[in-house]
């Protein structure tokens, strides 16, 4: 069964900056898509962005500008850079593989996500 982990988040101020990181295991990422997503308190688990094998990306709105997803085909690893900080940005953050960029199916197990918290 395919694994991710997540890790990275942490405590940060508004306007600060944050790198995740999500390792996979039991597959080979490099002809498959990674994406990112993310859960507030209360909230659905919503999508934040994606990056496809060949390493084109699409953003949320919400991700647009502030953040840049990347990966390491290497180190079966994607990363989630992210700048510019807001409160509302404060969520559990998941990633997953996908078999395509659009695809609404992971294909992992959902690992326990890493929490960043956005507050002064």
């Known amino acids: 069964q395919v694994h991710v982990v997540e890790s990275g988040g942490g405590l940060v101020q508004p306007g600060g900056s944050l790198r995740l990181s999500c390792k996979a295991s039991q597959i080979d990422i490099t002809d498959y898509a990674m994406a990112w997503y993310r859960q507030a308190p209360g909230n659905q688990r919503e999508f934040v962005a994606v990056?496809?094998?060949?390493?084109?990306?699409i953003d949320a709105d919400s991700a647009k500008e502030r953040f840049t997803i990347s990966r390491d085909n290497a180190r079966n690893t994607v990363y989630l850079e992210m700048n510019s900080l807001k409160p509302d940005d404060t969520a559990v953050y998941f990633c997953n593989v996908l078999e395509y960029m659009l695809s609404k199916t992971p294909l992992a197990s959902w690992g326990p996500g890493t929490q960043d918290t956005v507050s002064s």
């Open positions: 990056i496809g094998s060949r390493g084109i990306t």
